[in-house]
């Protein structure tokens, strides 16, 4: 039996909150809607004072506060997943999307040569729900896995999350080690005996052999706005409303800013969205992965350096205008994968971004969902499936507008399994999972 076999035979489905919640990359906009919460909220008070000392925030600036700011932060302060918060992930709608990525990971361990260990990295794990889906498939694989060396490692900047992540994957009789002002803030064991740690920065965590898995975390990092006008590029910046007292407004710059460097010389749209935060992060990873291997996995809404303005809000499962009530609402832009390749180029190859259905596709979603369907005889419970499995599958819903981007070593891509054959007018698909048809044999 295959991995995915092994597997898809395991355990029944787990009960999942689902739906009809809004998922964040549904709409686009950005303060055109109306004004529905008019509060001046600490995180509003904090910005005037802010603006009014210093002058006009930058976007990045804006969003860098209103999501994470240590005390006030919408991330910092509160549990926003799910039917009773803002949005909804692919992760809490269905347990088949963990247990994929679970595989994905399996898949590029054997295919590297079954390192004796290797470190699980999760950038921004939410409630954990991830993970957990991940470190069970671990588990139903022990037989696979039983002399690999695993440890996870969580990028977390919210405390408010890490408990809940601590609740979600560790083991309650395990006291788990707190330290707030070292890199790593909290350490314990998850629920199958892993050594697990957060920390605050991709930094802080150990280099060494990982995967890393990145799923709605590079949409939520800062972006500078621009706009091309007939004296150039001009930066957006946010500022306090003359007319109106307690309201924030988008402004021009009047010349140009720092940040108007990360902007490509031939760039043709007149709006552009640039996130440095990710330029950054995906320039790590690349190191690390071109110096120890493993391999990184990227699941977010995205597009390939072709849309414009895309920074939006939301706040139970509505859209929210970004100005309004800052620090009650989760704000968000597409992310931009042809940024990302660049930043990754020559250290590792990258695949993708392909549409999440096509990845699901050919990571076996439809044999793990027939498994599951025919395992289970409660009728509440197939239907939650099968509403799951279209929601992250349905072109219309999630299936394309989220994206997966990988990258992985050199080597990977053009090793000897994955040479030109002299028959062939077309390259053999490719050799790692999900980012070609899945194969049976
Ligand atoms: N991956 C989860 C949660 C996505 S929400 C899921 O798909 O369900 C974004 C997550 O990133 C949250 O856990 C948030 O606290 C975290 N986060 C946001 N900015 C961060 C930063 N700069 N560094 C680390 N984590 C961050």
Redesign the pocket.
Known sequence: MNVLARVAAGRLAAARAVIPCLWRGQYFSSGKEPAEDNSVTPMLRHLIYKIKSTGPITVAEYMREV??NPAKGY?VTRDM?GEKGDFI????ISQIFGELLGIWFISEWIATGKNAAFQLVE?????G??SGDILRVFSQLGSVLKNCDISIHL????QK?SEIQALTLTEEKVPLEREAGSPVYMKGVTKSGIPISWY?DLQDVPKGYSFYLA???FD??PVHKFQKTPQGWREVLVDIDPQVSDKLRFVLAPCATPAEAFIQCDETRDHVEVCPDAGVIIQELAQRISLTGGAALIADYGHDGTKTDTFRGFCGHQLHDVLIAPGTADLTADVDFSYLRRMSQGKVASLGPISQQTFLRNMGIDVRLKILLDKSDEPSLREQLLQGYRMLMNPEKMGERFNFFALVPHQRLHGRHHQMNACQSKPSPSPVAGFGELVWR
């Open positions: 999501l994470t991330y997943l992930t692919s992760p809490e950038l921004g794990p939410g409630r729900t991830l990028v977390e900047v919210s999350l605050r799923h709605e975390f939520v990092l």
